[in-house]
């Protein structure tokens, strides 16, 4: 499943706060967590975002006794130039647990300004309720990532 966001504004103007590492720890701060670093390199036409974040998650009692609440999250995000947009990859840690989460991501041009589309995949190592963890998982990141677009959106029409 994925999750998209319809911005107003040009592709440029999204484009520059998604390379903004300033933005990007505020947004993380304003929607509660702990910490963020984020770094942003870029390579020709590639783009390397790198963040580290501290988040704490409310987690339902039969995962409580396979994860802490109080996380510690790498995301590395590679973007490179497509269609008039961007697109790229992400991998995000969630260290210390036995857990593979990734997206596809892509910002592209629309008629009315630009679009954004993520879409998250899971893969968890644990017998018997593996599959219950990447779901739980995998609605958490959709719902973070929904959380993040919309305060792009706001900033964006501020």
Same mark, same amino acid.
């Given at each position: 499943?994925?999750?998209?966001?319809?911005?107003?504004?040009?592709?440029?103007?999204?484009?520059?706060?998604?390379?903004?590492?300033?933005?990007?720890?505020?947004?993380?701060?304003?929607?509660?967590?702990?910490?963020?670093?984020?770094?942003?390199?870029?390579?020709?036409?590639?783009?390397?975002?790198?963040?580290?974040?501290?988040?704490?998650?409310?987690?339902?009692?039969?995962?409580?006794?396979?994860?802490?609440?109080?996380?510690? /999250?790498?995301?590395?995000?590679?973007?490179? !130039?497509?269609?008039? +947009?961007? =697109?790229?990859?992400? $991998?995000?840690?969630? #260290?210390?647990?036995?857990?593979? /989460?990734?997206?596809?991501?892509?910002?592209? !041009?629309?008629?009315? +300004?630009? =679009?954004?589309?993520? $879409?998250?995949?899971? #893969?968890?190592?644990?017998?018997?309720?593996?599959?219950?963890?990447?779901?739980?998982?995998?609605?958490?990141?959709?719902?973070?990532?929904?959380?993040?677009?919309?305060?792009?959106?706001?900033?964006?029409?501020?």
């Amino acid at each position: 499943m994925a999750v998209k966001c319809q911005f107003d504004r040009s592709i440029d103007e999204g484009w520059a706060l998604l390379c903004d590492p300033d933005f990007r720890v505020e947004r993380s701060i304003a929607l509660g967590e702990l910490s963020a670093e984020c770094d942003v390199e870029e390579d020709g036409e590639q783009v390397t975002v790198k963040m580290s974040r501290e988040v704490v998650r409310e987690l339902p009692s039969v995962l409580a006794r396979v994860f802490n609440a109080q996380q510690s /999250l790498v995301f590395v995000e590679n973007w490179q !130039p497509k269609d008039g +947009g961007w =697109e790229g990859k992400m $991998s995000i840690e969630i #260290k210390k647990q036995p857990v593979q /989460l990734g997206a596809t991501m892509s910002l592209l !041009p629309t008629a009315s +300004g630009c =679009e954004y589309i993520v $879409s998250h995949h899971c #893969k968890a190592k644990i017998p018997l309720v593996g599959g219950k963890v990447e779901k739980y998982v995998l609605s958490q990141t959709d719902d973070g990532a929904l959380d993040e677009l919309n305060y792009l959106k706001a900033k964006l029409t501020a």
